[in-house]
Each structure stands twice: as C-alpha cells, then as structure tokens.
C-alpha cells in the first residue's frame, strides 16, 4: 500500500476554518498531492497522491471539498 493512499477513515480531520485544501504540483514530474494547508502557519498535510480525475473527485468526495486550491 503506498504511503499517500487515502485515509479511508478519514483518520485525519480536515476543519475549514483553520485549513485549507490544496493539491501540491511538482514543476519538474508533475506529481500531485492533495492535503490540507494551515491558514496559520501554513503547514502542509498531504492525505493523498493524485495520479488522475477519479482520485480528485475521491478525494473531493471524502472530505466534503467543492473547490482546492493548486500550488507549485
């Protein structure tokens, strides 16, 4: 099982008011990870690795998410 599977029970909680969802894109391989980004201090979670649009939307779905965020 890879390390960025998600967490299926959601063993990590995702709270709106001091995070916010953010997929991480590599410049270079183009890797995506989705995870939550404090709004204090900026600190990046990563839940899960994104290969493609059913794993954004399994994500999206998990976690109740409408819009995220992409950072590179």
């Given amino acids: 099982m890879s390390m960025f599977r998600?967490?299926?029970?959601n063993s990590i909680p995702f709270a709106?008011?001091?995070q916010i969802a953010v997929i991480k894109c590599s410049i270079c391989t183009g890797e995506q990870?989705?995870?939550f980004?404090?709004?204090e201090d900026g600190h990046f979670t990563e839940i899960?690795?994104?290969r493609d649009a059913k794993d954004l939307e399994?994500?999206?779905e998990t976690y109740k998410i409408e819009e995220?965020?992409?950072e590179y």
Wanted: glycine share 4%; charged share 35%.
């Fill in 6 to 9: 998600i967490h299926k029970n």
């Fill in 16 to 18: 709106s008011d001091k």
């Fill in 33 to 35: 990870v989705a995870g």
């Fill in 37 to 39: 980004k404090s709004k």
């Fill in 48 to 50: 899960m690795l994104i």
């Fill in 58 to 60: 399994q994500f999206k």
């Fill in 68 to 70: 995220i965020k992409k």
